[in-house]
């Protein structure tokens, strides 16, 4: 019992920071592009969003070991927010450096957030509370609930209220989440378990094998995926076929709806070229084709065949963990690289809908290209050799 009650608080605080994470990703790239105009400079602020945790952590890792506890992430969670909300008090959330700002407080979050979350999934199995399917598709569930209610929160809330008030309402949430955290979930037990270090040696550099970081870097091409989603469906959806944000968050919301129905149905399967090939087909069918039935049934195929992806490949990087510090090497290394690449596809894509290049009709092929991409890293995953299985406590 004890041991459920902690799975239960673990997986409920990824729903509840995956979800308002979400809610405030959407308001910034939907406000961004409505107040600006400017497409590249939404993909700016997103790249920004990751670029400097990415250097943040490059610089900070060089004198000192990070340790990804729970109880940190929540005291950072309040710092970030609490800034977000003083932030959305004064007019610099209407200017460009505003949104620049922001961008910078919400990736250090996000960066931070991914990293414990994921560390603390594989401390759950390494200290025998869950075997390494279940817990990689009980997170990811988590996330996807989350991400499922965060865009559809998102999404009502852009159209309803100016860009301050969404973001006072976002980060009041947020914050008042983590006393809620405190006060009613109490987390003590699956922090305790979560923060589980069996290893010894666990402050001791810890290196990964090449095939590995390959495994990480397609685990990267889903972000990449996503960071086109994230920044040229909202292009497509506002400037060329003139719908509100909350067709966008609708949309967003079934394709979490659809990746969650990838982790709680286990026995719909998909293999890795299948999936690859309909997500071509679900980014064809999201960016040409103009009718909303059609394109809300492409959103929720697509999260349904990226989530049967990601499952596989988060079980694959918990299996390769044999102790608590690996967990942690393996956890910031996957979040860093998934961020970077996330991150940076947003103003590499987006630059070329300016004038210049392709102009805002270019974001309709730059989606496809995005899902081509990723299936050219699925291949590269298929001719991976195999890790070697770890030892773990099932």
């Not at 069996?198 to 397609?218: E, F, K, M, W």
Request: charged share 10%; proline share 3%; aromatic share 10%.
């Amino acid at each position: 019992m004890k041991n459920k009650s902690s799975l239960t608080a673990f997986y409920s605080i990824v729903t509840l920071f995956t979800g308002l994470d979400m809610a405030i990703v959407i308001a910034m790239v939907w406000f961004g592009l409505e107040t600006t105009g400017s497409t590249f400079l939404v993909g700016a602020t997103l790249c920004v969003a990751t670029v400097v945790p990415y250097l943040c952590e490059q610089l900070l890792g060089k004198f000192l070991t990070i340790e990804l506890s729970l109880k940190r992430l929540l005291y950072i969670r309040l710092v970030a927010f609490a800034a977000v909300l003083g932030l959305s008090f004064t007019d610099a959330a209407l200017l460009p450096i505003g949104f620049l700002a922001i961008a910078f407080v919400v990736g250090v979050t996000d960066y931070f957030t991914i990293s414990t979350l994921e560390s603390n999934n594989t401390k759950l199995v390494l200290a025998g509370l869950a075997n390494s399917d279940t817990s990689a598709r009980l997170m990811q569930t988590a996330i996807q609930i989350g991400a499922f209610g965060g865009a559809l929160l998102g999404g009502v809330i852009v159209d309803m209220f100016t860009v301050n008030q969404t973001l006072q309402i976002i980060s009041l949430a947020a914050i008042l989440s983590l006393f809620a955290v405190f006060l009613a979930a109490h987390p003590s037990e699956a922090v305790a378990v979560a923060d589980y270090t069996g290893d010894a040696h666990r402050h001791q550099p810890t290196c990964l094998a090449s095939n590995l970081y390959i495994l990480i870097i397609v685990l990267s091409m889903i972000g990449f995926h996503i960071g086109a989603f994230n920044s040229l469906v909202p292009i497509v959806f506002q400037k060329l076929n003139e719908w509100n944000a909350t067709v966008f968050g609708v949309a967003s919301g079934l394709a979490g709806l659809g990746a969650f129905s990838a982790a709680v149905l286990p026995w719909i399967k998909l293999n890795r070229y299948g999936a690859s090939a309909l997500v071509i087909l679900a980014d064809i069918a999201i960016v040409y084709l103009q009718n909303l039935y059609v394109m809300m049934s492409a959103a929720f195929l697509l999260g349904f065949c990226i989530n049967s992806l990601r499952i596989q490949l988060r079980k694959t990087l918990i299996e390769s963990a044999p102790d608590a510090r690996t967990a942690d090497v393996i956890a910031a290394r996957s979040a860093l690289f998934y961020l970077l690449v996330s991150g940076a596809a947003p103003m590499i894509l987006t630059l070329f809908t300016t004038s210049a290049f392709l102009g805002i009709e270019g974001a309709r092929v730059l989606m496809i290209v995005s899902a081509i991409l990723l299936t050219i890293a699925v291949v590269a995953w298929r001719l991976t050799p195999s890790l070697p299985a770890a030892t773990l406590n099932e």
